[in-house]
């Protein structure tokens, strides 16, 4: 086994895992959510799609014990948050419709 997948078996990190899971799942059961390796930085990522307009108050829901377990307990565990295609058309869409006259120039 290549030393990085060992991370995705260490107990800890599966607990942990476990945790954020039901936290983000608790709130917003119909996030979809996988897991797997990265390289930048070298850890296990979390990857939750929820579609929710402000991404914010989903990270509000994990951020501090993510902190916990990676500034405490040395995990090398993050999260990634995305939205959903549809969202993201739909954002894009609106995004195209505003006038760039609309946007306010700062002085």
Do not use: H, K
Not at 6 to 25: H, K, M, S, V, Y
Not at 42 to 58: H, W
């Amino acid at each position: 086994m290549i030393p990085e997948q060992r991370l995705l078996t260490d107990p800890r990190i599966r607990a942990a895992l476990e945790e954020l899971q039901g936290l983000i799942l608790g709130r917003y059961p119909a996030a979809t959510l996988s897991v797997g390796l990265g390289d930048d930085p070298e850890g296990v990522y979390l990857r939750p799609v929820v579609d929710v307009e402000d991404r914010g108050e989903v990270v509000d829901v994990f951020i501090n014990r993510l902190v916990d377990l990676q500034v405490d307990e040395g995990l090398p565990l993050y999260v990634v948050l995305g939205r959903p295609p549809e969202r993201n058309a739909a954002i894009l869409r609106a995004r195209a419709v505003t006038p760039a006259s609309a946007t306010v120039a700062s002085p």
